[in-house]
């Protein structure tokens, strides 16, 4: 079992920075690669990166290339998204989540957070 916490949400004008934070807590949780998505509204979730177990590989979704930088804390079990120069268009909840495979898809992601609203305007 696996369970997942989000922070770091809020508001921001657009060009601004966020950083989200995805704090991991079960006996087996280094086991599993963290992976971020977002739904905006009126939209179907989204992929945006994923990272191993160990950090050493990363998958750079389309939404979060050349602007967002992904990371984890292997000693905190915690994964970081820095989030810059942001657009009105990253408005969306942003869930961390939890599977055996460094994957795109969400159907292969078991565990899931409450999600953390980012909200990009002016």
């Known amino acids: 079992q696996v369970q997942l916490v989000e922070s770091g949400g809020g508001s921001v004008q657009p060009g601004g920075s966020l950083r989200l934070s995805c704090a991991a807590f079960?006996?087996?949780?280094?086991?599993?690669?963290l992976g971020w998505f977002r739904q905006a509204p009126g939209k179907e979730r989204e992929f945006v990166a994923a990272?191993?177990?160990?950090?050493?590989?990363?998958y750079i979704g389309n939404p979060a290339k050349d602007r967002f930088t992904l990371f984890r804390d292997t000693v905190k079990n915690t994964m970081y998204l820095e989030m810059n120069s942001l657009r009105p268009e990253d408005t969306a909840i942003y869930y961390c989540?939890?599977?055996?495979?460094?994957?795109?898809?969400?159907?292969?992601?078991?565990?899931w957070g409450q999600g953390t609203q980012v909200t990009v305007s002016s």
């Open positions: 989540a939890a599977s055996e495979y460094l994957d795109l898809d969400q159907r292969t992601y078991d565990y």
């Open positions: 079960g006996e087996t949780v280094n086991k599993y690669a």
């Open positions: 990272i191993s177990w160990s950090g050493g590989s990363t």
